[in-house]
């Protein structure tokens, strides 16, 4: 595992406080990236060989996510790898252990990755890239906590060929005293955004193992980029504090 020093872990926790966003390189170390990555183009492939068995044999909300935005929801997954393939749910626990530890070293022990907000998202067109939105409505976070941090790592290079996210930093200080949106798309346009936060956004590069961190007030969407076959799997881990 990676260690913060003092000097590090000061130095990122002021541009936390700054900005409610942060980009952490080398956030997981080797191994664990490798048993990430593993364990999801593994779970990926699971899914997608046993979608359309009769009966099923994912619930519900495990299908739905999948086939409506080539997505997986951690939280359903747990029970559908002990089933059929409790190896691929061991490297998933490892690798979450690691992320929290990781989490740990940069805030405090008073964190863990919650595995109902925790999602891993694979795009291969422009169809589901994300506008402007928080997740603290659009995941409907802030009805079960007031504060909680996604930590986005994408699995492929981003920034460049494959899209990274566009984030607006300190927009969680606005966002947070303005009403949520609670019924419909949770989404802000252009207009909304230009008007209300303004438009001076920050699209990090980086590489697998990397992580961007941000508030879940913070406004944030899927980088617009050219080219409509672009692949790229990203895993959200949502962390919050122990109550």
Not at 39 to 64: F, G, K, M, W
Not at 132 to 143: G, L, T
């Amino acid at each position: 595992m990676l260690e913060s020093s003092a000097a590090q872990q000061t130095k990122f926790l002021e541009e936390w406080e700054r900005a409610g966003t942060a980009k952490v390189d080398a956030f997981l170390a080797p191994q664990s990236l490798s048993e990430l990555q593993t364990a999801v183009e593994a779970s990926y492939e699971l899914l997608r060989r046993h979608i359309s068995d009769d009966p099923p044999t994912l619930n519900i909300h495990l299908a739905d996510h999948f086939t409506r935005w080539d997505g997986i929801w951690v939280k359903e997954l747990a029970g559908f790898l002990d089933r059929f393939s409790p190896e691929i749910r061991e490297l998933f626990d490892r690798a979450i252990s690691s992320a929290e530890a990781r989490f740990r070293s940069l805030f405090d022990e008073n964190w863990r990755l919650e595995p109902k907000f925790t999602f891993i998202r694979r795009h291969q067109s422009t169809r589901h890239y994300l506008p402007w939105h928080i997740d603290a409505d659009a995941a409907s976070i802030i009805y079960t906590t007031d504060y909680c941090i996604n930590v986005w790592l994408p699995l492929d290079p981003v920034g460049e060929v494959a899209p990274s996210l566009e984030l607006l930093p300190s927009s969680n200080k606005t966002m947070r005293n303005l009403p949520i949106v609670a019924e419909g798309e949770k989404m802000r346009t252009d207009e909304w955004v230009k008007d209300n936060i303004g438009t001076h956004s920050w699209t990090p590069h980086a590489l697998p193992g990397d992580a961007i961190l941000f508030d879940h007030w913070t406004l944030h969407r899927t980088q617009r980029i050219a080219g409509e076959q672009v692949k790229r799997t990203s895993c959200e881990f949502r962390f919050v504090r122990i109550a």
